[in-house]
């Protein structure tokens, strides 16, 4: 079973004013990942930091069974004249994936040429461990870098070894996304987003995150 929400916030609702280059600006992106990964707080990042520029943005989230470690996705539309919620496949600027099966199966929504920012970490579903089709990472990542217009590789391991912690993947995948330039946001933006929506004793770790992204880009 699958729950889904929307949002749609307007700047006059949030009372920013966007300049006139944050008007031009828009942005198609599709985040995708397993329960507990952190996907929806990402979206909810990226939604803040368009909200700061006074940008208008719309959210969508399926979340199915997350709780179980199933499949989670968000879209995230960003810009003036955003009719709808839902990204259409074969239109999305960019996909950020928290696990690269998940990228896989969210890829028919990346535009041709579009940018992939994903995790190298696999989460295996329950159905490899019991006699279903086996889950190889080599060729699921083969397959991204065939797929993809451009693709960010975050290795994960690295980074936990690195930050000592694995809850900073989103912000994480945000900063190398941020580094691409396929959002349209610097990586401060990224931190001032963060620095609205996640408590302070997590500041100065996550901020740590966004740095190091920058040796995946």
Not at 2 to 18: F, H, L, R, Y
Not at 167 to 177: I, S
């Given at each position: 079973?699958?729950?889904?929400?929307?949002?749609?916030?307007?700047?006059?609702?949030?009372?920013?004013?966007?300049?006139?280059?944050?008007?031009?600006?828009?942005?198609?992106?599709?985040?995708?990942?397993?329960?507990?990964?952190?996907?929806?707080?990402?979206?909810?990042?990226?939604?803040?930091?368009a909200m700061q520029h006074g940008l208008?943005?719309?959210?969508?989230?399926?979340?199915?069974?997350?709780?179980?470690?199933?499949?989670?996705?968000?879209?995230?539309?960003?810009?003036?004249?955003?009719?709808?919620?839902?990204?259409?496949?074969?239109?999305?600027?960019?996909?950020?994936?928290?696990?690269?099966?998940e990228a896989v199966r969210q890829l028919?929504?990346?535009?041709?040429?579009?940018?992939?920012?994903?995790?190298?970490?696999?989460?295996?579903?329950?159905?490899?461990?019991?006699?279903?089709?086996?889950?190889?990472?080599?060729?699921?990542?083969?397959?991204?870098?065939?797929?993809?217009?451009?693709?960010?590789?975050?290795?994960?391991?690295?980074?936990?070894?690195?930050?000592?912690?694995?809850?900073?993947?989103?912000?994480?995948?945000?900063?190398?996304?941020?580094?691409?330039?396929?959002?349209?946001?610097?990586?401060?933006?990224?931190?001032?987003?963060?620095?609205?929506?996640?408590?302070?004793?997590?500041?100065?770790?996550?901020?740590?995150?966004?740095?190091?992204?920058?040796?995946?880009?």
């Amino acid at each position: 079973m699958s729950e889904a929400s929307v949002t749609t916030v307007t700047p006059q609702a949030q009372g920013q004013a966007a300049s006139e280059k944050d008007r031009a600006m828009r942005a198609d992106i599709v985040l995708c990942g397993t329960g507990g990964q952190g996907t929806v707080l990402a979206s909810r990042l990226l939604a803040t930091a368009a909200m700061q520029h006074g940008l208008p943005v719309k959210t969508a989230e399926t979340i199915g069974m997350a709780q179980r470690g199933g499949s989670v996705f968000s879209h995230v539309r960003i810009g003036e004249g955003v009719a709808g919620p839902m990204i259409g496949r074969g239109r999305a600027d960019l996909l950020i994936a928290f696990e690269p099966a998940e990228a896989v199966r969210q890829l028919g929504f990346l535009k041709p040429g579009g940018t992939v920012v994903a995790s190298n970490r696999a989460v295996v579903p329950v159905s490899a461990m019991t006699g279903g089709p086996a889950y190889h990472l080599d060729e699921v990542m083969s397959y991204l870098r065939s797929a993809a217009g451009r693709l960010v590789v975050v290795d994960a391991a690295d980074a936990e070894r690195a930050l000592g912690s694995a809850k900073v993947l989103n912000v994480l995948l945000l900063g190398a996304a941020a580094r691409t330039g396929a959002i349209g946001f610097t990586v401060e933006d990224v931190s001032r987003a963060m620095h609205a929506c996640v408590p302070e004793r997590f500041w100065e770790l996550n901020d740590r995150a966004l740095e190091y992204s920058e040796r995946y880009v």
